[in-house]
């Protein structure tokens, strides 16, 4: 089974930053190989972010944080990050972690089997 936690959301002004972290447990007994990162803003459907490859570390993220947002992961301790810059007013969302045996680049969230409880993002203008 595949435990995840995300940590490290708060509140910020706009043009701020935050990295999230998310500690995967369990990830190696069931082939998982992929890490996305999402979020969801009341009243909206949830957004692929971005992902990263556990083996070999490529990453791909959407359009609309391109940029802005990193992804890295240290498979030593089983943690992925999301390194956020410049972060604007929608950008505002509960942001979760979510593991997949395949990454697929459109993200959807379908492919994800194992989800974290989410962490708060409020960005202020």
């Known amino acids: 089974q595949v435990q995840l936690v995300e940590s490290g959301g708060g509140s910020v002004q706009a043009g701020g930053s935050l990295r999230l972290s998310c500690v995967a447990s369990?990830?190696?007994?069931?082939?998982?190989?992929?890490i996305g990162w999402f979020r969801q803003a009341p009243g909206q459907e949830r957004e692929g972010v971005g992902g990263?490859?556990?083996?070999?570390?490529?990453?791909f993220y959407a359009d609309s944080v391109k940029g802005r947002f990193t992804i890295s992961r240290n498979n030593a301790k089983r943690t992925v990050y999301l390194e956020m810059n410049n972060l604007k007013p929608e950008d505002t969302a509960m942001y979760y972690c979510?593991?997949?045996?395949?990454?697929?680049?459109?993200?959807?969230?379908?492919?994800?089997?194992?989800w974290g409880q989410g962490t708060q993002v409020t960005v202020s203008s």
């Open positions: 369990g990830w190696f007994s069931v082939g998982i190989n992929c």
């Open positions: 979510a593991a997949a045996r395949v990454c697929l680049s459109s993200l959807p969230p379908e492919n994800f089997d194992y």
């Open positions: 990263i490859l556990i083996d070999g570390g490529s990453t």
